[in-house]
């Protein structure tokens, strides 16, 4: 297996569960400089950033596949969007065979575990009971530095054309926020709450299996129940949304 891995020791400070602050270490980082932290919760490798442009761009370019640019501006270090669960899996799968190892998206009891849920896999993820008092960024209440939600800044932008409830802050992004702008949460892992939605691996409406998963808020959602850690939103595999990018998982 061909040594593209480069590993190394990064400490970074990330808030535990009690509010004080933990040391997180990188694991490594992969041929596209992403970095990934050792989750013990989970068993696995979880890349601490959303899929950047500049990660997703050499594969767009590989495979010829069409992506659409959105309608604001962003730069490399900003989370690509416009990319659909088919498309994801794929990068996952180009990546793979690319530095001869296994990656995957997050699953969807996984993204629970990580948010903190006891959720209990009998029970279908659209009819998960909802995590009163549990967000996508704990149990701590919100503020303009937990995430980027839909909030004053992208009310000041889309007042006049979109129809949404905005949070009474400003995290100073109407739009999506470079990766890695707010603190990591207890796991070392940046957005985790907010700037896009993430698709993870499940279906949404088992045994029909017709949607497919979203998670973990974005700068779109400022609704109290898209802000609850068990939100799920349904999607089309094949959708494309300006909200909704991927976070990546490494098999060692």
Not at 146 to 170: H, I, P, Q, T
Not at 234 to 241: A, T
């Amino acid at each position: 297996m061909p040594r593209l891995l480069t590993a190394f020791a990064l400490l970074l400070l990330a808030p535990c569960a009690s509010g004080q602050l933990t040391k997180i270490e990188t694991t490594f980082t992969n041929s596209l400089e992403m970095p990934f932290v050792r989750v013990a919760s989970i068993g696995a490798l979880v890349c601490r950033y959303e899929t950047r442009v500049k990660d997703y761009q050499p594969f767009a370019a590989a495979t010829n596949v069409e992506w659409k640019k959105p309608e604001f501006p962003q730069t490399a270090d900003h989370p690509a969007i416009n990319v659909s669960f088919t498309e994801a899996q794929a990068f996952c799968d180009w990546l793979g065979k690319k530095e001869g190892r296994k990656y995957r998206l997050l699953t969807d009891q996984e993204w629970s575990v990580l948010a903190g849920l006891q959720e209990k896999e009998s029970i279908a993820p659209n009819q998960q009971p909802a995590s009163t008092g549990v967000h996508h960024w704990g149990k701590g209440p919100l503020s303009k530095e937990v995430g980027n939600f839909c909030d004053e800044a992208f009310g000041k932008k889309y007042r006049n054309s979109y129809d949404a409830k905005w949070l009474e802050m400003d995290d100073g992004h109407p739009d999506t926020a470079p990766v890695g702008s707010y603190p990591a949460d207890a796991n070392g892992l940046y957005d985790f709450a907010g700037n896009v939605w993430e698709w993870v691996d499940g279906w949404y409406d088992p045994p029909h299996n017709t949607l497919r998963i979203v998670r973990g808020g974005s700068f779109r959602a400022g609704s109290e129940k898209r802000l609850l850690a068990s939100f799920r939103g349904p999607d089309p595999h094949n959708v494309h949304l300006d909200s909704v990018g991927f976070r990546i998982v490494c098999m060692e």
